[in-house]
């Protein structure tokens, strides 16, 4: 019980921080100089994604397996074992030895296809020409298939959210995800820097909480 209120307090606690890295993330995106050449091809990859979603199918299998995925491995690689992994497009379940709010939360945060993806293709492209507009594309996608499904599965409210606190889930994904296509987006444009974005939101939060803090007490 006393758990669930002390994270109900912390998720409106940390609320400006979604503000913060928000702003943040945009500031630093914005001065990308890489993206002036290849940024249509990642909106086309994120306009693709959507128009499946919205006019064919929801890949719901492809999320589900992903999700449970990642519930295995964060728990394997905080020492857990896997008892049983079940997926299908009606839903999935992983059982696990060991089990946590990181385990719980990790999916939500972690876009497991667009890192398989960059991660094979700074593996291939060490030895080969790879066309960069379709793997760009191929980005745009695969983010935009990981936030949709993800507030998809948010609104009906999984028990993976209600264990750590429904506010104090959605508020730590949002940051979490921010930060995570921050660091990604370090990885592939030189210009973006994860170190300033980080900086950013350091003040951008810092800055919030003060006028708060004027406003409630002085």
């Known amino acids: 019980m006393w758990l669930k209120v002390i994270k109900f307090i912390a998720g409106i606690l940390a609320i400006p921080l979604m503000a913060a890295v928000t702003r943040a993330f945009y500031g630093n995106i914005v001065g990308v100089v890489e993206l ?3 940024l249509k ?3 086309w990859g994120v306009g693709a994604y959507i128009v499946l979603h919205l006019l064919f199918f929801k890949p719901m299998f492809i999320y589900v397996l992903g999700h449970e995925a990642v519930h295995a491995v964060t728990s394997w690689v905080m020492g857990g074992k896997i008892n049983s992994f079940k997926v299908s497009d009606k839903g999935g379940s992983v059982s696990t030895t060991k089990t946590n709010a990181v385990v719980e939360l990790s999916p939500y945060f972690i876009p497991i296809y667009a ?3 960059m991660a094979v293709y700074f593996v291939v492209a060490y030895s080969y020409k790879i066309n ?3 793997f760009i594309f191929l980005i745009g996608f695969t983010l935009t298939l990981h936030l949709v499904m993800t507030i998809e599965v ?3 409210r999984q028990p993976d959210l209600m264990k750590s606190g429904y506010l104090f889930s959605i ?3 949002y940051v979490l995800n921010i930060i995570i296509i921050a660091m990604l987006f370090s990885l592939l444009f030189p210009s973006f820097s994860s170190k ?4 950013d939101s ?3 939060s810092r800055d919030i909480y003060a006028v708060i803090i004027r406003q409630m007490f002085f």
């Open 132 to 134: 960069g507009a379709v």
């Open 196 to 199: 300033k974005f980080f900086a």
């Open 202 to 204: 350091y003040v951008f």
């Open 36 to 38: 002036a050449g290849i």
């Open 115 to 117: 890192i398989i993806l």
């Open 41 to 43: 091809y990642f909106m």
């Open 154 to 156: 948010m609104k009906i």
């Open 171 to 173: 508020v730590i994904v």
